[in-house]
């Protein structure tokens, strides 16, 4: 009987020890599947490659984890999203308690729209990681999207809970309720939201709101201020962000810094933007952007530094001179700004900004042939603009040559129509010359355009009361 | 008491103990990871499968086409061309007069920035009138200063503009249909606003009036369409709605012109960049479905480019208003995709443009073809990579060939200017 004992025994340790072994295998093997092939038909920066082979010697001779931690990191922030998954689906397996794999690989399929695929990674990162909040939000999105109201409501108010002022997670709430047109509660959470991001987010929406709960002169004066910017501030999501510092793509990176800069993180904006510079050193526009962010922080011969660097990458980019010529008379040297005018027009013969730029100066300096030749040149380089018009015209008005503004005033108003600058300085000159029938025509469709300011709109029938003796 | 095993059993067990638990060790096994949803076939060159002619008037300056429709306008039984010039604010007709000549007139000018036309026998009597989206300013703006206007048509192509609507939020789409039953053709309204923009219909109450009829509340609708996809013989709606939403809607309609909300896709990507959404029955199995895409590469940069995103995609109706979610392809910067059997295989293929695409590359794509195998996987062709910058494609048999032949449309709205159109007509090369 104790033969038989020690028997098994002997046979429970000899499977015991298979199955550590075949265990380990399991892991050498799906290590092994998990990576993936080299994307076909493009040329990868030969850093990446070389970053990537040694990940994946790292991978083949060590069975490391890390490595293919390493690895999908590479793939998804140089953009090769299918490579990605599959360096993730292994990692799920691999460290099932690590809430970051189940996260980027849902930031992968909902950024394509796969939600269905995305929500159950989102709860898992939620489940293993509940302190990290853009999780959370992420799965109030998703779930949103992907017609789970309710759910997504829960999500979000469990991001709430943790911190009871998340701007995403307002706003978050707020669309739930206009989607089941509960406006007044949405009211208040965008109108919350706008409040704690500065208008970053929510304030496009809560003009949508003022209106439907009748609001109107709020949603009027809200709308003239042009908070929003039509674009959308993506909630910061530092798991995700923070791949793009292996990014080898100068365009990619570059745009991530600029998400950063719009979301006032200018820290990594900045560290981005470096890293382009070593990865892509004759890149330009990473210098551009750099030269932005600078001036936002009054850097101000910081900005100077890196726009002259872009200047020389690549001189044929407008935007970079204006810039320079700006930011050298903000410092107070007169010269550099202008000599940085005079060569930009003469690399960049086609910018109307540069040509305004001139014609401001010219006429400030009181040569008025000068400026108005800029003015007209601005004119026939973008005569689909109501830009050059509108320059023209002020600078007429200066000059005294009221009616020629007004001709080219309406010009104007054919390229872009309703323009408030136009029809604002247009009704002044109604009113002026005593036009009343004119002059009310040209406030009524002031008031139609949400970008006409209560201010503007009270000066102008201060005017007309005084003109007219009435109320227009 | 439970009875011991005995010296046989024991040896069982311990002989089945060491089999099975290296078994379990293997059952924990997660075997090959799963294969990835976004993994498609690189695009192969199919460069010399259809020729590109200029069609039109010459390419000067850089064009501003923004939509192209292939239609028999004055019904002579050949194909003709329409298309929308958002700079010049003109609507022009490009009247085939042989097998691929075409002669072009403007039909309308002062549109307001138009960047929509579809053709429709507005009032019934015989001829197509066109429906004109124009949004009053195409580059980002929040004003009041969209319009629609109906070019009614003596029957002589001869257009008499009617403006139906102004002062409104830009307009880029307008579809005609009866959504209320009543006999008359109401429109569909997309429009994409900038801050805030609206999606609507307009029911008809006279020759050329209409009320407004709210139904979504957010900026950015690209494209409406109209389809019945529910089966239930009325009219249904579909809407791209793109800037930072990134959301399809459809619009179920009980035919008296109630229309239920809901939202059938949606991308949390702020950057994804809708551009453009059609309907067609793409796998043939009965139910309207959705074609859409996304490549809009303007961005938080200075400079547009493409995404690892763009591409094209497709929304299979399960039926029950329930959709799922299909990747064709990847082409960044992608716009219009259209449904087509191209090679004529009886599988629905389809082909989209480029707006957006890296054209410091050569190689990059302006024109792709996703061939359909029979079974709905879409292997990605590059028919062109010059001219750069197209918007627009529409698709007809033009010759009569039973064919199809494509028309594109090119919007140079940013540099390089060096490969230019502005119309062209492609056709197969091979027979």
């Known amino acids: 009987m104790k033969k038989a004992w020690l028997f098994l025994l002997a046979a429970a340790a000899l499977g015991a020890g298979a199955w550590l072994l075949l265990g380990r295998a399991d892991s050498s093997e799906l290590l092994l599947a998990s990576i993936p092939a080299r994307p076909q038909g493009v040329a990868l920066p030969p850093a990446l490659v070389e970053r990537i082979d040694n990940s994946e010697q790292d991978l083949r001779t060590h069975r490391s984890v890390s490595a293919l931690a390493d690895l999908a990191r590479l793939y998804h922030s140089n953009g090769y999203f299918a490579e990605a998954q599959l360096c993730y689906n292994g990692l799920l397996e691999l460290e099932p308690n690590k809430a970051r794999w189940p996260h980027l690989l849902a930031s992968i399929l909902a950024g394509y729209g796969q939600l269905e695929e995305a929500i159950p990674l989102y709860r898992q990162a939620v489940k293993l990681a509940p302190d990290y909040l853009p999780a959370r939000v992420r799965l109030g999105d998703v779930l949103l999207k992907a017609n789970h109201d309710k759910e997504a409501y829960e999500a979000y108010e469990g991001v709430l809970k943790i911190n009871g002022e998340h701007p995403y997670a307002l706003l978050g709430l707020a669309r739930v309720e206009m989607q089941r047109g509960e406006w007044d509660s949405a009211r208040l959470h965008l109108e919350a939201a706008a409040a704690k991001s500065n208008y970053a987010i929510g304030g496009d929406l809560l003009v949508n709101a003022y209106e439907k709960t009748g609001r109107t002169t709020l949603a009027r004066s809200l709308a003239a201020q042009q908070k929003a910017s039509g674009a959308f501030y993506d909630i910061p999501d530092p798991w995700v962000d923070e791949l793009f510092i292996d990014c080898y793509d100068p365009y990619r990176a570059t745009i991530a810094s600029g998400s950063a800069m719009r979301n006032g993180d200018m820290d990594t904006a900045i560290r981005l933007l470096e890293h382009v510079n070593k990865v892509a050193p004759r890149y330009a526009l990473a210098y551009y952007h750099l030269g932005l962010i600078y001036t936002e922080l009054k850097k101000i011969p910081h900005a100077i530094m890196a726009m002259e660097k872009s200047a020389e990458l690549d001189p044929s980019f407008s935007d970079t001179w204006l810039r320079l010529v700006r930011l050298n008379a903000q410092s107070g040297d007169e010269l550099a700004a202008r000599m940085a005018l005079e060569k930009g027009i003469k690399l960049c013969p086609h910018s109307p900004r540069l040509h305004a730029e001139r014609a401001g100066r010219h006429a400030a300096a009181g040569r008025f042939r000068e400026a108005e030749a800029d003015y007209r040149k601005i004119i026939t380089l973008r005569p689909d603009e109501s830009f050059g018009y509108i320059e023209f015209a002020k600078f007429l008005f200066t000059q005294n040559r009221v009616e020629e503004a007004i001709a080219i005033l309406n010009k104007g108003i054919e390229i872009e129509p309703e323009e408030p600058m136009i029809l604002s300085i247009m009704a002044f000159h109604a009113i002026t010359v005593g036009d009343e029938t004119r002059a009310r025509q040209l406030l009524q469709r002031m008031k139609a355009q949400p970008r006409s300011t209560a201010d503007s709109i009270d000066a102008l029938v201060l005017n007309f009361r005084k003109a007219f003796n009435k109320f227009p | ?431």
């Open chain 2, 1 to 431: 008491m439970i009875p011991r095993p005995g010296f046989k059993a024991t040896v069982a067990l311990a002989l089945l103990a060491a089999f099975l638990l290296p078994f379990a060790a293997s059952c924990r096994r997660p075997g090959k990871p799963k294969s990835s949803v976004t993994a498609k076939p690189a695009a192969v060159e199919y460069l010399s499968y259809m020729k590109g002619t200029h069609i039109g008037g010459p390419v000067t300056g850089e064009p501003w086409i923004t939509h192209v429709r292939a239609v028999d306008l004055d019904k002579d039984g050949r194909m003709d061309v329409v298309a929308v010039e958002g700079k010049d604010s003109r609507i022009l007709w490009l009247r085939q007069t042989a097998p691929g000549v075409f002669e072009e007139k403007t039909i309308a000018a002062d549109m307001r920035a138009p960047v929509r036309a579809e053709p429709v026998d507005i009032d019934g009597d015989g001829d197509l009138d066109l429906v004109i989206a124009s949004m009053g300013y195409i580059f980002p703006n929040n004003d009041k200063i969209g319009s629609i206007f109906i070019l009614e048509n003596d029957g002589r192509q001869n257009f008499k503009p009617h403006l139906i609507v102004e002062n409104i939020m830009r307009v880029t789409d307008v579809q005609a249909a009866d959504l209320n039953g009543d006999g008359k053709i109401d429109l569909a309204v997309a429009q994409f606003g900038y801050d805030q923009g609206e999606v609507q219909w307009f029911e008809r109450t006279g020759p050329w009036t209409f009320t407004q009829r709210k139904l979504l509340d957010l900026s950015g609708a690209i494209n409406i369409c109209v389809a019945d996809f529910d089966r239930n013989s009325t009219p249904d709606l579909v809407v791209l709605i793109s800037q930072q939403w990134e959301e399809v809607y459809l619009f179920s309609n009980d035919g008296r012109g109630n229309f239920t909300k809901k939202l059938i896709y949606g991308s949390t990507n702020e950057d994804f960049g809708s551009s453009n959404l059609t309907v067609c029955d793409l796998n043939k199995d009965g139910r309207m479905d959705v074609l859409f895409s996304c490549g809009d590469g303007f961005g938080p940069v200075g400079v547009p480019g493409p995404r690892p995103w763009h591409g094209v995609q497709w929304l299979e109706n399960r039926g029950a208003n329930n959709f799922s979610f299909h990747r064709v392809g990847d082409l960044g910067g992608a716009y219009c995709p259209m449904p087509v059997d191209l090679d004529q295989d009886g599988a629905m293929d389809v082909v989209a443009v480029s707006n957006f695409n890296d054209w410091t590359n050569p190689k990059s794509a302006s024109l792709m073809w996703y061939r359909n195998d029979g079974k709905m996987n879409f292997e990605p062709r590059i028919l062109a990579n010059t001219p750069t910058h197209l918007l627009m494609v529409d698709v007809a048999d033009f010759d009569g060939s039973g064919k199809p032949q494509l028309v594109t449309g090119a919007f140079h709205g940013y540099p390089p200017y060096d490969r230019r159109s502005r119309l062209m007509f492609w056709k197969r090369n091979t027979p």
